[in-house]
């Protein structure tokens, strides 16, 4: 896509550090385009249907956040524009209640610059996850597909299949493998990219 392109950009975040961040940055790579801020979030989507001027909406958020915005979903899905949730956690739980609008993106905070503005652009691009390099030993995938069976953390301790080390020890690296908080969160990871 060309750098020359011009793109209107609104950029929400409840920190305006992050705000002013990602305008100062984006302004520095794409200085065609025209990046509006917006901190309340009620705001979002009157601004939006006001201007329709609109090519992405970033919304900066958490898991912990995110359930504010579930209200204003549906209102999100009318849209004629991109919406990009960036966040950096539980990431598999808030594409569970976006993946069903078409114009919704969840990407995660843990990346560059440049393959932000590569994201907002469009392009398909590979990013590459550095936790993701280990893969996952036999112990770790029999404890994911334990886990994946519904079977508790309890249960398996109890189960004598494995020790209590082998199951904290494989939860801790599952977590690290997919990038998430809790082992459910992992489950689910597995599920959507077809591991198990």
């Known amino acids: 896509m060309s750098d020359n392109r011009i793109m209107y950009i609104l950029v929400h975040s409840d920190y305006t550090l992050m705000q002013e961040l990602l305008k100062n940055m984006f302004t ?8 509006d801020t917006i901190n309340l979030l009620s705001e979002v989507v009157i601004r939006i249907n006001a201007n329709k001027k609109y ?24 849209m004629k524009c991109q919406i990009v949730f960036m966040t ?4 598999g739980e808030i594409h569970y209640y976006t993946n069903n609008i078409l114009n919704c993106k969840v990407i995660n905070k843990n990346m560059t610059i440049e393959q ?4 907002i652009e469009g392009d398909s691009i590979e990013i590459v996850d550095t936790r993701r390099l280990g893969g996952l030993n036999m112990l770790e995938m029999n404890v994911l ?17 494995f020790t209590n ?32």
């Open 165 to 196: 080390t082998e199951i904290e020890q494989s939860i801790r690296h599952i977590n690290a493998y997919f990038g998430t908080s809790h082992y459910l969160e992992a489950v689910y990871k597995a599920y959507t990219e077809k591991l198990i």
């Open 116 to 119: 932000l503005v590569h994201i």
């Open 55 to 78: 090519d992405v909406v970033l919304i900066d958020t958490s898991y912990k956040h995110f359930v504010h915005y579930i209200p204003y979903l549906k209102n999100l899905e009318t």
């Open 145 to 161: 597909m334990e886990l994946a069976k519904g079977h508790s953390i309890d249960f398996l301790c109890n189960s004598q299949k």
């Open 88 to 91: 950096d956690e539980n990431i």
């Open 28 to 35: 520095m790579y794409r200085p065609s385009w025209v990046v």
